[in-house]
């Protein structure tokens, strides 16, 4: 890579704007700006396998700046993949998938025992087995059939109307509300039945779920990405608060994801050894906070500030490596948008 | 010293201010003021007058008009919204309170000198934009909630016939802290401290009677070009307003934003305002290709034209794309605004601002879109184009958790009239 400082003003002005002083030579000695660089510079080598997605912004902005006018997307110079590789790794998620229902179906037979018994704490601990073992569905696409099914089994109050009262409101978030805000058990009895029903039907169309090829590879980060913005957030678990435990189910569902995406992502610009290395500091993280909390996950409310932060940096740096991975499995060239034939141009006048 | 003495500082003109730039207005700073006069700066070429005509901080938007400022005004820098809840024990203390409430707005969006009284009492003025309240084209815009129309008032039988609590869509995680309540303030200027000073100020004069329910600030984004008329974006990036319906075309507002003649006569002159607190999830927006966020929208995100186009303004021609090709079917602007001749009615003025307050509770920016729409009919109108982007892809991206619906009645016609006096009068 040649070093040269001689970078024009234009490329000066696009880095210091975005990036942080000490960087911004780095960055213009080590790449021209040609060309799309593929390597780290030597000193950013240890920042780039911290924070990949900063490489490729730097990147960015080295081609930018030089050819003024450029495509704001430097082109993939990765050859498309044929659909057809995803139906194995599908397959095989749909397979796993279809276990962890089966597991499920067991916590919910628990949790009806201990609803029958009276013992709340038993009745919290199926619930919280029966949760996880549903959010390692998260590559499960949720559309058509399967969404309104998923929201008989998952769905929160705060889209029905009458919210917690709506009688639309029933699966496992209903439950939740009842075992953690000290409501009678047997009340919550009629609504385990029905979610046992409502997974048994799951399981059984679950089969014949299809996922197109961009989906599939989308969940790479939209499980994690789910886990943020509804789990950690507190927003679908206002009840149990049991946020951190949802993010972990996230990290296994996402890894099998990973797992059977596994050989079409083999020499595919980089993405599965960084993502791999993303996840598995975030699972450092998990047992850290399990080390800090006697053994098992705290929920949200139990985090201490720093064990707030250091969860959500790590899972920060895990979703923009994750966020790679669809770009590099793509199943077509990049579509030409058609354009508004001239004639047809049609100006609103204000 | 004697309270005349002290008033005698009034002198000076709050038409300075309006009237003036620098020289008028350094001429006020003559006066006696202890401030102005400790001032070292205070000469005509660095005081307080220059800083006036240069901001822009004379520009006057009149409280007083046939409609409410604050709908049509075009929208400036910063706004907050303030929404109360009445525990006026009856209907004259909480026509009183509103009737202050207009009094002050009127007084604060005129500009001018802040009156002086004891000094052993405290200030009738926060005082924190200095002795004179510049105008910085401030509006004040006041709108009631259905709330207040229920049984505490006999008010119920003057509500407008289209204001209710704002239905839960289901794309909605409403959190009740943020949502609905019986009076909402609409304040936006050109700069944060007058807005910060307005908040304080009206607050004030309705603490005992009204008691703030919840509030949310909002920015504009500054004018970037590449045209005078280009808009600007939104948090997602994406230019925002394009196709908002000219707020100059007076018939076309009678059509689209001003009350029906059906609604009760108080209601002549008004609209009914939407307001939601939309949180944008913007760092997974910024984890998503940029092909992919264009075709959610239907724009491209460098100039706001749409795809297929090169101008922001340049129509979509759906009629020649029925399949989606070019714009897909369930992009935000066709879902939005399908531009055909059944669908034309259902237009809505939008006066949004973007928002960013913190953190959540997972460390993602909690930013986001204050959606403002005024429209005639919500349920013609908002509710049935919110209706069909309730299953639009970019609802990953975003999470509707506040606002509600409001009803802004005419403004006030005269300087001792108020807005609402109308309803009060009706009943």
Same mark, same amino acid.
């Not at chain 2, 237009?347 to 959606?371: C, K, M, P, S, T």
């Given at each position: ?350 | #010293? ?11 003109? =709050? ?81 009183? =309170? ?121 920015? #504009? ?74 075709? #959610? ?47 034309? %009615? ?5 006066? %949004? ?8 509770? =997972? ?19 908002? =509710? ?17 958790? %506040? ?25």
């Amino acid at each position: 890579m040649a070093a040269k400082r001689t970078a024009p003003r234009a490329l000066l002005v696009f880095v210091v704007v975005a990036i942080a002083v000490p960087l911004i030579l780095l960055v213009t000695q080590a790449d021209g700006g040609h060309r799309a660089a593929v390597a780290a510079p030597p000193e950013l080598a240890v920042y780039a396998e911290r924070a990949p997605h900063v490489l490729s912004q730097l990147n960015a902005y080295g081609v930018q700046g030089v050819v003024r006018g450029a495509p704001s997307t430097p082109p993939s110079a990765l050859p498309p993949l044929s659909p057809d590789r995803f139906n194995v790794p599908e397959a095989e998620y749909r397979a796993f998938a279809g276990s962890q229902l089966g597991l499920m179906e067991g916590q919910i037979t628990d949790l009806e025992g201990a609803l029958a018994a009276g013992d709340r704490a038993a009745a919290q601990d199926a619930w919280r087995g029966a949760y996880s073992r549903y959010l390692e569905l998260g590559a499960v696409y949720l559309e058509g059939q399967i969404a309104t099914l998923n929201q008989a089994i998952d769905g929160n109050p705060g889209g029905l109307p009458g919210g917690i009262r709506s009688p639309q409101f029933t699966g496992l978030h209903r439950i939740e509300l009842g075992l953690w805000t000290g409501g009678p058990l047997s009340s919550l009895l009629p609504y385990a039945h029905k979610l046992a029903a409502d997974v048994r039907e799951l399981r059984r169309v679950l089969p014949s779920v299809q996922i197109s090829p961009l989906d599939y590879a989308t969940r790479a980060h939209e499980i994690l990405e789910d886990a943020v913005r509804d789990l950690l957030s507190g927003t679908d678990v206002p009840w149990s608060g049991e946020g951190v435990l949802g993010t972990e189910d996230g990290i296994l569902a996402t890894k099998e994801v990973l797992l059977t995406l596994k050989p079409l992502l083999f020499k595919r610009e980089n993405v599965l050894p960084v993502a791999n290395a993303q996840l598995a500091t975030l699972e450092g993280v998990m047992e850290r906070l399990k080390a800090a909390h006697g053994g098992r996950l705290p929920t949200n409310g139990e985090l201490t500030q720093e064990q707030a932060e250091l969860l959500d940096n790590a899972m920060g740096g895990a979703l923009e490596a994750l966020a790679q991975v669809p770009g590099a499995l793509e199943t077509a060239y990049t579509p030409v948008i058609p354009r508004i034939p001239r004639s047809a141009v049609r100006i609103d006048q204000p | #010293m004697s309270p005349v003495d002290r008033r005698s500082f009034l002198t000076r003109s =709050a038409a300075l201010l309006g009237a003036g730039g620098a020289g008028a207005l350094v001429g006020g700073a003559g006066v006696a003021d202890r401030a102005l006069a400790a001032n070292p700066t205070d000469d005509p070429g660095t005081g307080a007058g220059a800083a006036v005509a240069a901001s822009n901080l004379a520009t006057v938007e009149p409280f007083e008009g046939v409609h409410q400022a604050g709908i049509l005004t075009p929208a400036p820098a910063h706004a907050t919204f303030v929404v109360f809840d009445s525990f006026a024990p009856d209907r004259g203390t909480l026509a009183a =309170a509103l009737q202050a409430l207009s009094r002050r707005a009127h007084e604060l969006t005129a500009g001018g000198p802040v009156p002086l009284l004891e000094v052993d009492a405290p200030p009738p003025d926060s005082g924190i934009l200095g002795p004179d309240n510049a105008p910085d084209a401030l509006t004040v815009t006041i709108a009631f909630g259905a709330s207040l129309f229920d049984s505490r008032y006999g008010l119920g039988g003057h509500r407008p016939l289209e204001l209710t609590q704002m239905p839960t869509f289901s794309v909605d995680e409403l959190v009740p802290a943020q949502s609905h309540g019986d009076v909402l303030v609409q304040i936006c200027a050109q700069h944060r401290d007058t807005v910060v000073h307005t908040l304080r100020e009206l607050v004030r004069t309705v603490r005992g009677t009204l008691q703030q329910r919840w509030t949310i600030d909002g920015f #504009m984004g500054a004018s970037r070009g590449p045209t005078q008329r280009s808009n600007p974006r939104n948090l997602f990036a994406f230019r925002d307003g394009t196709a908002n319906p000219d707020p100059t075309d007076a018939a076309l507002m009678r059509k689209l934003v001003w009350a029906g003649a059906n609604e009760p006569a108080w209601a002549a002159g008004g609209t009914y305002q939407v307001v939601r607190i939309i949180r944008q999830h913007v760092e997974f927006w910024d984890r998503v290709g940029l092909l992919e966020q264009e075709k #959610m929208i239907g724009r491209y995100r460098n100039t706001g034209a749409p795809l297929g186009g090169t101008n922001e303004f340049e129509e979509p021609r759906y009629d020649l794309d029925p399949h989606g090709y070019r714009i897909p079917l369930t992009a935000h602007i066709r879902l939005a605004n399908p531009r055909t001749a059944a669908t034309a %009615g259902e237009r809505i003025l939008r006066r %949004g601002f973007n928002y960013h307050r913190g953190f959540d509770e =997972a460390g993602q920016l909690d930013q986001g879109l204050v959606f403002v729409a005024y429209n005639q009919s919500p349920a013609r109108q908002f =509710a049935t184009i919110q209706n069909r982007l309730n299953n639009e892809p970019m609802i990953d991206y975003i999470t509707p958790v %506040g606002g509600g619906y409001f009803f802004a009645p005419a403004g006030a016609r005269s300087s001792v009239d108020w807005v609402g006096s109308e309803l009060f009068a009706s009943v």
